[in-house]
């Protein structure tokens, strides 16, 4: 463990199979936008002025708006492009293409792309996927730190459920601190500012909260491998701040669920669900929840979900692949109109989310204002596979042939969701 004192950290301070082609007909090829088109969105006075009272709390402000980032793409072999039997190059996981096609996420002209765009979009930080030490993901933190450090953008690490997380969630997150943190003298990694100035470290975790059974459609009842009781986690989480006690004025520790209850019985500090099926609507009620058990949340910025499906399903799975809108309606993505109706319901869902996460954490009455904690996620910046992310794709007419025949969902403007978010959060974090 790292020795960390206060005076060194302050002076370094279905059961159908899917085709290969779903551009030819109707198919429930992808799933949740639940942004409605109907809103316009907040006008650029009515963002400057919630960035005003934001930037009077905040002075490092765009730390606390945060991208996804997931480091696990390669190409020689290829990884992740190929889930579900995807074939790369042509036919990848992923519902549109990049505009930079399938990259590997080791490439440092990739990395360094990708923080332009972070830096062009007015976001200051990133949440990287760390799937452990061995991991590619975890092989590529460092390279991926030295670059986003070039660029003044900060490094929070989202916890994965690797083999073994649980146990070693203590230890694990003690070595990040002092790999990335303290030997670093903490020039990449994110400490985040409260209102009160007080600072620390962010840790998010996926899979913590996780039910101990599970019964499929057929009625077979099955234990879920990492279930970890409250109690085993409250410990693990008191170990975290027992261990890091007068280095910093807290360290955050979230869950990415919304059974509060049990987040709370965890011990962690607040609720920060990762998924885009929520409509912001319910972003509200979540936060009144949380606040009655004196939790933290933090809600995200997304342009919904459209994720692939999987291909060659067993005839007696319980696999439904998720529609494409929360009421089951079906696109027929071969046709332009559908594409662009698509594109402006991730446009509509982008500025929707943002402004009701903002709201909701600027109301005195609600946990989050009086302790002083804002953040947003910015979901995602590239999670291809399930088609929420903000890094840029290609235009439709600039797809081979061979791309077109898989039926991907590129809008004729590629850059519409970037875009979209580099105005909003522009005028929020810069006036």
């Known amino acids: 463990m790292s020795n960390l004192s206060r005076r060194s950290f302050l002076r370094r301070a279905g059961t159908a199979t899917v085709p290969l082609a779903v551009g030819a007909g109707l198919a429930h090829f992808g799933s949740t936008l639940e942004g409605r088109v109907t809103s316009p969105g907040a006008s650029r006075t009515a963002w400057t002025q919630l960035g005003a009272q934001l930037r009077a709390r905040f002075t490092d402000l765009k730390r606390h708006f945060i991208f996804e980032y997931y480091p696990w793409y390669r190409t020689n072999p290829w990884f992740h492009w190929n889930q579900w039997d995807r074939v790369p190059p042509s036919d990848i996981a992923a519902t549109s293409v990049p505009l930079m096609g399938p990259y590997d996420s080791g490439d440092t002209k990739v990395i360094e792309q990708h923080a332009r765009w972070i830096v062009e979009s007015g976001a200051g930080a990133v949440n990287l996927s760390w799937w452990g030490k061995s991991s590619f993901p975890g092989q590529l933190a460092g390279k991926i730190m030295d670059v986003m450090a070039a660029h003044d953008i900060k490094v929070m690490f989202h916890i994965e459920p690797y083999r073994g997380r649980n146990a070693r969630y203590v230890d694990d997150i003690t070595w990040l601190i002092s790999e990335y943190g303290d030997k670093r003298g903490w020039d990449a990694m994110l400490l985040l500012r409260d209102a009160r100035g007080r600072v620390g470290p962010v840790f998010k975790s996926f899979r913590t909260i996780v039910s101990q059974q599970t019964t499929d459609c057929h009625g077979i009842v099955t234990d879920v491998p990492d279930y970890t009781p409250d109690d085993e986690w409250n410990r693990r989480t008191d170990a975290v701040r027992q261990r890091f006690r007068g280095a910093f004025d807290h360290v955050t520790l979230l869950a990415d669920s919304l059974q509060v209850k049990r ?79 698509a594109r402006k319901l991730a446009q509509g869902q982008i500025r929707d989310t943002l402004r009701t996460s903002i709201k909701v954490q600027l109301d005195p009455g609600l946990a989050n204002y009086p302790r002083g904690f804002f953040l947003v996620f910015l979901n995602s910046f590239n999670e291809w596979h399930e088609g929420h992310q903000f890094e840029p794709a290609k235009k439709y007419r600039r797809l081979s042939e061979a791309e ?16 979209t978010l580099k105005r909003t959060l522009n005028q929020i974090v810069s006036g």
């Open 263 to 341: 987040v709370a019985a965890s011990g962690f500090d607040g609720s920060a669900p990762y998924s885009n099926f929520r409509d912001d609507s319910e972003y509200r009620h979540q936060a009144e929840r949380a606040t009655a058990l004196g939790l933290l949340f933090s809600f995200n910025c997304n342009p919904g979900f459209d994720g692939i499906a999987r291909r060659n399903v067993a005839a007696d799975s319980c696999y439904v692949p998720p529609p494409f809108h929360p009421d089951g309606e079906v696109f027929d993505w071969s046709l332009a109109t559908e594409r662009e109706r």
């Open 404 to 419: 077109r025949v898989v039926g991907y969902h590129n809008s004729r403007n590629g850059h519409a969701r970037f875009r």
